[in-house]
């Protein structure tokens, strides 16, 4: 398995376990590299992610009347760095989405050099 599967795999475990916890109604808020732990086990050749950072998360009910949040803007999309309100489980799938770009090529999806920028 070359390392562009051992993402996907690893991505496939997160997804699987983001599924469940929006199943329950429940925002992780921080998804982010830093929030999930990688093991390599040597014996089916994969990444296992295991998440955590669980203090963190809201209820999405709760999380659509909030007006802001505040954690690492890097892996939040725009709307939550302008403080728009109304989030809901869009903010953990963008922070997947990030995180496995990040660990695919070792370089942050965006070319922005200042948080102006990025909000635009």
Do not use: W
């Not at 795999?9 to 376990?17: D, P, W």
């Not at 295991?50 to 007006?67: D, F, N, R, W």
């Not at 309100?85 to 496995?100: E, Q």
């Amino acid at each position: 398995m070359n390392s562009l599967e051992k993402v996907v795999n690893a991505g496939k475990i997160l997804m699987e376990f983001l599924s469940y916890f929006h199943g329950h109604d429940l925002v992780h808020c921080n998804f982010q590299p830093s929030s999930f732990l990688l093991h390599y086990d040597h014996r089916t050749n994969c990444v296992i992610p295991k998440v955590c950072h669980l203090s963190e998360s809201q209820p999405v009910g709760q999380l659509k009347k909030a007006k802001g949040l505040i954690r690492t803007h890097e892996f939040h999309p725009p709307e939550v760095i302008q403080m728009k309100g109304g989030y809901d489980y869009g903010i953990d799938i963008y922070g997947l989405g990030l995180s496995l770009y990040l660990l695919g090529s070792g370089k942050f999806s965006y070319l922005f050099h200042d948080e102006e920028e990025k909000m635009r």
